[in-house]
């Protein structure tokens, strides 16, 4: 089986979304929690914004559209951390955030234990249509591999 990445995930919203203001809002937040890069490019002769990860071989594209996603429920995109550490510190920049934005809400979940594999997780959402579900894998207690690799 060849190696399979995910590349990108494009989100629409309704057309006049994508303000200066709006973009930065999704920067300041996105930014400072996963140090996404945001980024003003034209694509098929309309202004978009990208939020780049650090390697930026992954990204996630938003685009103004006639027929914007909806996503009233707790549709999302994993995001795997390494530790639970990790996840634990994200999850407590998520809350520094929300204590000055109430937009930000955050779904905490008890570990999930399946066989010997726990999984520590949360979900957070923030002006984008959809959930980023943080979480990290152990195995009895010890972190299953790095997820960067």
């Known amino acids: 089986m060849p190696t399979m990445r995910f590349n990108h995930m494009e989100l629409t919203f309704p057309r006049g979304t994508l303000t200066k203001e709006f973009r930065e809002e999704v920067d300041a937040f996105y930014g400072s929690v996963f140090g996404w890069i ?5 694509l098929l002769g309309q202004s978009c914004h990208i939020l780049l990860s650090e390697e ?3 990204f996630i594209l938003l685009a103004e559209s006639d027929k914007p996603i909806e996503s009233p429920g707790f549709d999302h995109l994993g995001l795997l951390f390494a ?4 996840v634990d510190e994200k999850l407590e920049q998520v809350k520094r955030y929300q204590e000055k934005d109430d937009r930000v809400r955050i779904k905490e979940y008890d570990d999930l234990v399946t066989g010997d594999i ?3 997780a949360f979900y957070v959402k923030y002006l984008l249509p959809i959930y980023f579900d943080v979480q990290a894998l152990e195995r009895g207690g010890e972190p299953i591999g790095n997820a960067l690799s």
């Not at 945001?38 to 034209?42: L, N, P, S």
């Not at 530790?83 to 990790?86: A, V």
């Open 38 to 42: 945001g980024v003003d490019t034209d």
């Open 56 to 58: 930026a071989q992954q």
């Open 83 to 86: 530790t639970r550490e990790e």
């Open 118 to 120: 726990t999984t520590r």
